[in-house]
C-alpha cells in the first residue's frame, strides 16, 4: 500500500523529492525500517540511497507532515509508530475543509463506513461495551444544548467504532467525524425536532447492536447518516454557496 502524498506534490510532474519519498517507502514497506527505528545520517542515508542532501530534505520533511516519520531535533530522525490513528490524522484536516458536492461524497462514504462498523460492533461488543453505548445513549437522551448532545454523539460512534475491534477502520471513522461541523449542522436545523429525530435513531442503533442483529445494526446506522446526507442536500438546492456541514 502506497503511503499517499501531499496533495501538491500529486499534481505536478514527478520530482526528485518524489523519487526521494518513494525510495524511503520501500524501505519501510520493504521492512527494512519498522516502526521506531532511528534512520541512518542525512549524509550516509542520502549516498545510501543515490539522492542529494536537499531532496531527501524534502522528502523526510514531507513524510514528517504524513506522520510516517519524527524528526527528533538535535536526536535524529525515526519512523513513527505507523499506527493507524496518526497516519489518518491528515485525513481529519482535510475532511473538514470538504465542501458542496465534495461534501455529499464524503457523507455517502461515512454512512458506507459506519453502517459496516455498527454491524461488525452488533457482532463483536462485550457486555462492558453494551453497558458503555448504554450510558452514552442516555446522555445523549439528558442533552439540553447543541453542545452536549454533540458531545454525546462523537462519543456514542466512538463506542460503536471500538466495539468493531478493527483499529484502521475506528481511526478512519474518528477522522471523519467533527465536533465543530456537528454543532453547525444541528444550529442550522430546528433544534428540538433534531434533537428528538437524532436520539430515535440513536436508540435504535442501540437495540440492533445490543441485540446482536448485524444487519438491522447496519441498516439503522445508515438511515441515522442519511438523514444529515438528505439535510445537506436541501440546503446545497436552496443555495449556490457552499453549505457548513457536519460529517
Request: without cysteine; negative net charge.
Amino acid at each position: 500500500m502506497k503511503i499517499p502524498r501531499p496533495l501538491h506534490a500529486r499534481r505536478r510532474t514527478p520530482s526528485v523529492t518524489d523519487e526521494a519519498i518513494d525510495k524511503i517507502q520501500e524501505l519501510i514497506i520493504s521492512r527494512s525500517w519498522g516502526p521506531g527505528d532511528r534512520l541512518p545520517k542525512e549524509s550516509e542515508l542520502a549516498a545510501q540511497l543515490g539522492l542529494s542532501r536537499n531532496s531527501l530534505r524534502e522528502a523526510v520533511r514531507a513524510l514528517s507532515q504524513l506522520r510516517v516519520l519524527e524528526v527528533r531535533q538535535g536526536d535524529g530522525t525515526y519512523v513513527t509508530s505507523l499506527e493507524p490513528e496518526l497516519l489518518l490524522e491528515s485525513t481529519s484536516f482535510v475532511s473538514h475543509l470538504l465542501v458542496g458536492e465534495s461534501a455529499l461524497e464524503l457523507f455517502e462514504v461515512r454512512r458506507l463506513l459506519e453502517g459496516a462498523a455498527a454491524a461488525l460492533a452488533a457482532a463483536r461488543i462485550d457486555p462492558a461495551g453494551k453497558e458503555e453505548l448504554g450510558q452514552k445513549l442516555e446522555k445523549m437522551m439528558e442533552s439540553k444544548t447543541v453542545e452536549e448532545l454533540v458531545e454525546a454523539d462523537v462519543a456514542f460512534h466512538a463506542v460503536i467504532a471500538r466495539a468493531t475491534g478493527n483499529t484502521f477502520l475506528t481511526s478512519l471513522l474518528a477522522s471523519l467525524s467533527s465536533r465543530t461541523l456537528r454543532a453547525r449542522m444541528w444550529r442550522a436545523r430546528e433544534v428540538d425536532n433534531a434533537f428528538d429525530v437524532t436520539r430515535d435513531e440513536h436508540r435504535r442503533i442501540v437495540e440492533a447492536v445490543v441485540n446482536g442483529d448485524p444487519e438491522l445494526a447496519r441498516a439503522a446506522a445508515m438511515a441515522h447518516i442519511a438523514s444529515g446526507e438528505r439535510w445537506l442536500r436541501s440546503q446545497l438546492a436552496e443555495s449556490p454557496a457552499p453549505a457548513e456541514v457536519s460529517t
